[in-house]
């Protein structure tokens, strides 16, 4: 049985970055990964040009977070968003900053971050034992057992960085909850996040490769079933609009949209789709989009009115088509009532009235979302009460640390979720 200070389970980028942070205080550590090569998530994300932070301060993380973010204190203290910037650019990697706050290699190569966080790791005396998936874990008096198809090890501490259930291609295919769990740890349900929402809408569909840049989503639900979604962020209004009394909103965002051939995906579609996942009865919501969130409804209204009556024999849709993609504006007249064959000129106050709110509130049924499969990160996991945000380690099992995705830890689009993995890898690391 080999002897190790610190095995550290999972070469994700937490793992990569727990494995660092431990080799670099001297600890004789042992980095295990089950497939033949780490960091498959890395070379995965943001479009193979992987997101590897926020130009944020830690605050701002914190906040992005939500009720979760408290717990990420002490991590960012110890690698917060600049300094994972500033360890990149150390290793040769130039960074660049893009609107919105998404912060990429300025090569937009995710393969460049890899080879940053390995070549930070080769200067460390960590052993790297590729395709050995690990078996089982278990106390051993003051020590850990840990066993691979291939041998025993023996360890004085254990960083699980084994990450959640999304993209399972990559690899993570929650085989540490069920360690975490054997060691007496509570598993919060794992759910899709940051996935693709689904309809069976067939207008909706017909929509199919069009992208509205700027749309606020919300997730509604009527009213006494949103308690079938176990979490904090039900409330009873989207942004300025208020929500009907007969239904609540249960998240909302703004941002880009993209109609696609199984629903809808986008930036403002991937961050509320969490509460699609964790509802019980996702088909019994709905997802409400505003077309022109930049605009009150009197305002829009009155504006259409104004185009409307000086459109002489243009069509309606046509002047609704100025504002919208042609399709989009097609379908919303239709919502409105309103016949292609209308003349702007034509259309009464309460019609445009009419179309205006069509634009603001335009409902698409939910079916459900497209699952792990296609989730770029785990909502769920470890429960954060029985880790210690100081250090990663377990409060009911010493000696045991987690860091990543593993966790019930998970942030917004936007490079949040891999700022969280380095921050907790390096404090898992570290300590």
């Not at 997101?51 to 979760?68: C, K, M, W, Y």
């Not at 593993?406 to 490079?415: E, S």
Request: glycine letters at 10%; proline letters at 7%.
């Amino acid at each position: 049985m080999t002897p190790w200070d610190v095995i550290v389970v999972g070469g994700g980028p937490a793992g990569l970055m727990a494995a660092c942070g431990s080799a670099q205080g001297g600890r004789r550590t042992l980095l295990l990964e089950k497939r033949p090569a780490v960091g498959n998530k890395i070379l995965l994300s943001g479009g193979t040009r992987c997101n590897l932070t926020h130009a944020s301060d830690q605050r701002g993380i914190v906040e992005a977070f939500g009720p979760q973010g408290p717990f990420l204190h002490s991590a960012l203290a110890a690698l917060g968003p600049q300094q994972v910037i500033d360890l990149f650019e150390a290793e040769g990697v130039p960074i660049k900053v893009e609107p919105g706050g998404k912060v990429f290699p300025h090569s937009d190569r995710a393969a460049d971050v890899l080879a940053a966080l390995l070549g930070r790791l080769s200067r460390t005396d960590c052993t790297l034992a590729l395709d050995e998936p690990l078996e089982d874990l278990r106390r051993a008096g003051d020590r850990f057992r840990l066993a691979t198809a291939r041998r025993s090890l023996s360890a004085r501490k254990v960083v699980l960085a084994t990450g959640g259930r999304s993209y399972p291609a990559s690899g993570s295919t929650g085989d540490g909850y069920r360690f975490a769990a054997e060691l007496g740890h509570r598993i919060v349900p794992p759910r899709p996040a940051l996935v693709p929402v689904t309809t069976h809408a067939a207008e909706v569909l017909a929509l199919q490769g069009i992208t509205i840049p700027d749309v606020r989503v919300s997730v509604l639900a009527p009213v006494g079933n949103e308690r079938m979604y176990p979490a904090h962020s039900v409330c009873r209004t989207s942004g300025t609009r208020s929500v009907p009394d007969t239904v609540c909103c249960l998240a909302a965002q703004r941002g880009a949209l993209l109609f696609a051939h199984f629903g809808l995906t986008g930036p403002a579609v991937l961050d509320v789709s969490r509460v699609v996942s964790g509802h019980a009865q996702p088909r019994s919501l709905t997802l409400q989009c505003d077309f022109l969130p930049a605009m009150s409804l009197p305002a829009l209204a009155a504006a259409l009115e104004r185009e409307c009556r000086a459109a002489g024999k243009r069509l309606a849709v046509a002047v609704l088509g100025q504002r919208l993609p042609q399709r989009v504006a097609d379908l919303l007249a239709r919502q409105a009532a309103i016949s292609p064959q209308r003349r702007g000129a034509e259309l009464s106050k309460p019609e445009c009235r009419n179309l205006a709110r069509a634009v603001k509130q335009f409902d698409i049924p939910i079916a459900g979302t497209m699952g792990f499969r296609k989730a770029e990160v785990t909502a769920g996991g470890v429960a954060l009460d029985e880790v210690d945000s100081r250090t990663m380690q377990s409060r009911l099992a010493p000696g045991l640390f987690f860091a990543g995705e593993l966790l019930d830890l998970d942030g917004p689009i936007g490079g949040y979720n891999f700022q969280a993995a380095f921050s907790t890898g390096w404090l898992a690391g570290e300590s």
